[in-house]
């Protein structure tokens, strides 16, 4: 009897990754069983063993198309959703895994919320072998807890288009009716074609994160792959380029609202903060010199643990110091690094400024002269990336200034921290109210 589920169609682009292919066809089968699917491999060309891997598989899901000569990523991706039959789309990479059921849970979602055209999840980072990839530089402020293998993805994609950040990442489905509307993968933005198609799907459908935790894919860092290979200030020009479009889109349709966004943004937890339960208070923290005593953070943190913070490092040294601060409190799960030690692009900067609008305080590690100016200056732009005119005096967020380690030990400097945060609490739900923009 034929199913009642709509049919699956994955499409799996292949150039010169024959090691990898086995594996991923096999996780491709182990993700569905509720779901009829269909595989579409594309051979983009490829001049490795790549047929001798193939030939072992003999199943009627899989279905095997040729280019003689590579093409690249997109035009291989058009060839292959031109001969996908199902409702549901999909693709993936040769060096990256399906979790298993993975296809079933996303499938699942979009059957149960008719409304959402594009559905994606959380990942896990693995390396060349296959093993979790923990202390990885790639996406480090969605990595929780710090340092390990787990991507907790943004979950407001709304925000796509405003800070040019593709943390959409490689565990995705989405309806053919989203697919006719949107059309092809563009050849000529070779490592950003992704991207680009997920801000064309968010002018014509709603995309959402499927709610769970649990990551749904592994995603696979090794130094052959295609986005290692990449130029990163070109890829970051693309994916500027491609931002801009959307947003002067959106403007032109009229369904372009920052104040929305940064609504959005702040209930679903840009940027996954907070990891585990809710906080009290979310606190950035600038970190010091290496000159520093390291004892004064441990203390600050493990005395709140009600409390997230979120380590800033702009320097060598600094990140140094986090690193070690990281270790020292076993990868605390109130704890989160953010590394601008390279920060020079201005996806970068600008993520780091929404973090900033959205925190309830700051405490600056380093000497007093150069911190009340540096902390009120990135306070206040953090709202600059959303709001044309922002309240900054009001919204901008309190700060404590270099606490030593007994003030911290202290009874007093609790009891101060809390009053603080509480107080701004209230000023920010005031202001956001006569903006008519719901406070968390």
Request: glycine share 4%.
């Amino acid at each position: 009897m034929p199913s009642l589920k709509p049919l699956i169609s994955v499409v799996l682009p292949v150039y010169n990754q024959a090691r990898y292919l086995a594996d991923s066809i096999q996780s491709v089968f182990a993700a569905h069983q509720k779901f009829p699917l269909e595989l579409i491999v594309v051979d983009d060309g490829s001049t490795d063993n790549f047929t001798q891997v193939f030939q072992e598989f003999h199943d009627e899901r899989l279905r095997l198309i040729r280019q003689p000569q590579n093409q690249g990523l997109a035009a291989a991706l058009n060839t292959g959703f031109g001969h996908a039959r199902g409702q549901l789309l999909s693709w993936t990479s040769a060096d990256n895994l399906y979790e298993p059921q993975c296809l079933d849970i996303l499938a699942s979602f979009l059957e149960a919320q008719p409304t959402i055209g594009f559905v994606y999840g959380n990942v896990r980072l693995i390396d060349e072998l296959g093993k979790p990839a923990m202390q990885s530089n790639y996406r480090q402020l969605d990595q929780a807890p710090q340092d390990s293998s787990v991507l907790l993805l943004p979950r407001c994609p709304e925000a796509l288009p405003e800070w040019h950040d593709n943390f959409i990442n490689a565990c995705f489905l989405y309806r053919r009716s989203v697919y006719e509307q949107v059309g092809a993968f563009r050849s000529d933005l070779a490592g950003a074609e992704d991207f680009d198609y997920w801000l064309r799907v968010g002018l014509v459908s709603k995309l959402a994160h499927v709610g769970l935790a649990q990551p749904l894919y592994r995603y696979r860092l090794h130094d052959q792959s295609f986005t290692s290979r990449l130029e990163t200030g070109k890829l970051a020009q693309l994916a500027e380029s491609c931002a801009r479009l959307a947003r002067e889109e959106h403007q032109r349709r009229g369904t372009r609202d920052p104040l929305a966004i940064l609504r959005r943004a702040r209930e679903m937890n840009f940027h996954a903060v907070t990891a585990e339960a809710s906080s009290e208070a979310v606190v950035a923290l600038f970190c010091p010199d290496s000159t520093i005593e390291d004892q004064r953070l441990l203390e600050l943190i493990g005395s709140q643990s009600a409390t997230c913070f979120v380590l800033i490092a702009r320097t060598v040294e600094q990140r140094s110091f986090a690193d070690r601060t990281n270790q020292a409190l076993h990868s605390a799960p109130n704890l989160r690094i953010i590394d601008l030690t390279q920060a020079t692009e201005l996806p970068e900067l600008t993520s780091l400024m929404f973090v900033m609008s959205s925190i309830d305080g700051v405490i600056s590690l380093t000497e007093p002269e150069r911190s009340l100016e540096e902390i009120a200056q990135t306070a206040g732009r953090g709202l600059l990336a959303v709001l044309p005119q922002p309240p900054i005096s009001a919204l901008a967020c309190p700060f404590i200034v270099a606490p030593d380690a007994a003030s911290i030990r202290a009874a007093g400097f609790s009891q101060q921290f809390r009053q603080v945060i509480r107080s701004f609490r209230t000023t920010r739900a005031n202001v956001l109210k006569e903006l008519a923009l719901p406070s968390e």
